[in-house]
Structure formats: structure tokens, C-alpha cells
């Protein structure tokens, strides 16, 4: 095993500009519109903001603004934080000590003494920031890059696999899956790729008329053109596609913000249906990965070109945004939480069960790190 790990650390050392500047860059820009979410709405209900920093422990560089909030680039890139007046740590952890010996003035301008509606709108603003800038980054490249307009049709049939079952033929052309229509090839694929196991109903045109089929794609272990691993379902049909029938339909802004929200709910209920396939064995738990799995995976996607680095950047400020919002203790969402109970009780709980908290969740952050690691460290070693 040893082997494995020191060749997983050459395999990254030796591409070290190739993957770190393509994951700082798409890091850099999904922390600080999540961080800019919590920063502009605790203007906007009048909490003083102390500190504005990307990444974590000592400072690089930075300054002041003329509301005295420091802005500043720590040492550390792998996520980054808002400190609000009244505040004991980065996680926004109160001090009584110190809240309780504020003055009047000062307690106007404390995140902890706001009511409960204020903070929970503080907390809520940064995974909300992740989503607004996905459905952003998803709009703009529909607008400027068009839409992938290929038609569904069946040029080769795998034998013995799902389509040949449920008696697919060269030439049909898929319309629709469950009632849903389908515009491209790419969209079949999609649709197809989350519904392994399922048995789907195929609306087909074969010649001129329409009929429909019920197949359920296999799921199967696949790897990507850079050699990742997914598991996914498969259909077992090819598309021939020939030279100019590869392209894409320009839409209206109007249409690609549609297009924007649908790919993010796309991505939002992709994991969530990963998520829980985890729990039931469906999925594969190797797939969770960390900041050396983003950093492999920018670079590949780096040298395809900057518009499939900024659809990464999309999927990945949905991805954080959706992780903050679990209700863990030291997460966005175990604070709405913990808010959520004071909204009940009428009154926060004790320190201690806040710090206790706190503890549960950092615990339980790191073991989920150290997972994530081991598995990025194992796909380095295989590459």
C-alpha cells in the first residue's frame, strides 16, 4: 500500500501546476461568492463584519475597507470565512463573556444579538450565493455556447444490452423518457445515466410512426476519457454522429436563464439521489472526494478548455452549497438548526450544548475529510 501512496503523491507533485492554479481558480471563485453571501446580507441588516478571508490561518495580504472589515488571502485555500462583531471564533461561535459585556451601541451592530430571523437570513445567504452563482455560470454559457441540439437516434445497438431487449432498432429516434421531453442525445444520455436499475418508457419515432418501448438501463462501472471511474446506468446504444451534426442551438437570454435553473436543480437532485444512494448501496462510496480529488479533476477539465472549467466551477458551488446546508453542527445548516430550535424554545440553547454542538460537527467534518482523502489518494495512486 505504501507504493500506492507515494506514487499518488508523485502523480500530483509532477502535474503540480496543472491541477493546483485550475483548482485555486475554481475554488477561489465559489468560496468567495459563498462568503459573499453572508457578508452582504449582514450589511444589509446592520451586523458589523470583522474579517472577510480567503482561505485560513496566517494572513498573505490584505486591507482594510472604510466599514473596518478586513479583507484578506490567508495561507490555507481550501475554504474560507466571515467573522461578525461578537463573534469568539470563525465558526461564529458566541462568547457570553464576551456578548454580555457589550454596550447598547455595540449590541446593534452583534450578529448574536440580532433576533433569530436576521441571523438565519446571514447564515442562509452563502449556500443561496452558490446556488445564484451556478444558475449565473449555467445561464451564461447557454447564452454564449449555445445548447447541444444532436437528435436521439439510434445508430448502433450493443447486443445482449438494455436497448437490445427492449427491442430498440438502428434509425429510431428517442422523443421522450417517463413523459419528459428529450431535445439531444446528451439529454437521453443524462437522463438515462441517473436511472440504472429503473425500468424507464421510451417514446420512439420509427419509421413515421410513434410507439414506445420499456427498457431499464444496466448499471455499470464505466471510466471517463481521463481514466475516473463512475458508475452509472447504461442503455447500450451508439450515435453515430457525422461531421456537422454535432451542434448547438443559440437561445435567448430568457431561455438560457430557464435552461440555467433546470441544469441546477440537474446537479442539486443528482446528488442528493448520490447522497442517498450511498446509504442504500446503490452507489459507490469511493466517489466522495476531497480537495486532492478537485484538484486532479480541474486539471483535466482545465485542458479542455476555460468553458468546461467554469461549468466545473458551477457544479462544484452547487455541491458546497448543498454541503453546507446539512444539518451538521459547524456547517450553514447546523446553524439554521440550532436557529430553528431557539425559534421553538424561545430562547438559544446553553453554551455547552452549542459547544457540544460544535464538537459533534467538527468531528464528524474531519472524518469525512480523512474519507474523502483516502479515497482521492486511491484514484491517484490508480491513474
Known amino acids: 500500500m505504501t507504493e500506492f501512496f507515494v506514487h499518488g503523491f508523485n502523480t500530483l507533485s509532477h502535474g503540480l501546476v496543472g491541477y493546483v492554479v485550475p483548482f485555486l481558480f475554481v475554488l477561489t471563485i465559489v468560496v468567495f461568492f459563498h462568503e459573499l453571501g453572508h457578508f452582504l446580507v449582514a450589511r444589509w441588516v446592520g451586523v458589523r463584519v470583522l474579517t ?32 461578525f462583531f461578537g463573534d ?32 438565519a437570513a446571514i447564515v442562509a445567504a452563502g449556500p443561496i450565493a452558490n446556488f445564484i452563482l451556478a444558475i449565473v455560470i449555467f445561464t451564461c454559457l447557454f447564452t454564449f455556447f449555445g445548447k447541444p441540439s444532436t437528435t436521439a437516434q439510434v445508430d448502433k445497438v450493443e447486443p445482449g444490452s438494455a436497448a437490445a431487449v427492449a427491442g430498440f432498432q438502428v434509425g429510431d429516434v428517442i422523443t421522450a423518457i417517463d413523459g419528459t421531453t428529450i431535445g439531444s442525445f446528451s439529454d437521453m444520455q443524462r437522463v438515462v445515466s441517473i436511472h440504472g436499475g429503473d425500468q424507464l418508457t421510451f417514446t420512439i419515432k420509427r419509421s413515421g410512426s410513434t410507439i414506445q418501448l420499456q427498457a431499464t438501463p444496466e448499471l455499470r462501472d464505466i471510466k471517463d476519457p481521463f481514466g475516473n471511474a463512475h458508475r452509472q446506468g447504461i442503455l447500450g446504444i451508439t450515435r453515430a454522429t457525422a461531421p456537422g451534426e454535432a451542434v448547438t442551438e443559440r437561445v435567448d437570454p430568457a431561455t438560457a436563464l430557464w435552461l440555467g435553473v433546470k441544469e441546477t436543480w440537474f ?35 482545465a485542458s479542455i478548455g476555460l468553458a468546461a472549467l467554469i461549468h466545473l466551477a458551477a457544479v462544484l458551488s452547487i455541491s458546497i452549497g448543498l454541503l453546507n446546508l446539512f444539518p451538521v453542527p459547524l456547517l450553514d445548516g447546523g446553524h439554521l438548526l440550532f436557529y430553528a430550535v431557539e425559534a421553538i424554545r424561545g430562547r438559544p440553547l446553553s453554551e455547552r450544548a452549542q459547544e457540544m454542538g460544535f464538537r459533534i460537527g467538527l468531528a464528524l467534518v474531519l472524518m469525512l475529510m480523512v474519507f474523502a482523502t483516502y479515497n482521492d489518494i486511491l484514484h491517484l495512486a490508480a491513474s
Open 267 to 301: 446537479v442539486v437532485d443528482r446528488t442528493l439521489s448520490y447522497i442517498g444512494g450511498v446509504f442504500t448501496g446503490r452507489e459507490a462510496a469511493n466517489q466522495v472526494g476531497g480537495p486532492l480529488g478537485i484538484a486532479r479533476i480541474s486539471g483535466q477539465v
Open 88 to 119: 469568539d471564533s470563525e465558526a461564529s461561535t458566541p462568547s457570553t463573556e464576551t456578548l454580555s459585556a457589550m454596550t447598547a451601541e455595540e449590541r446593534k451592530g452583534s450578529f448574536h444579538h440580532k433576533k433569530v430571523a436576521p441571523r
Open 52 to 83: 472577510f478571508s480567503l482561505g485560513f490561518g496566517p494572513e498573505l495580504f490584505g486591507f482594510n475597507d472604510r466599514h473596518g472589515t478586513r479583507w484578506k488571502v490567508s495561507a490555507i485555500p481550501l475554504g474560507g470565512y466571515v467573522k
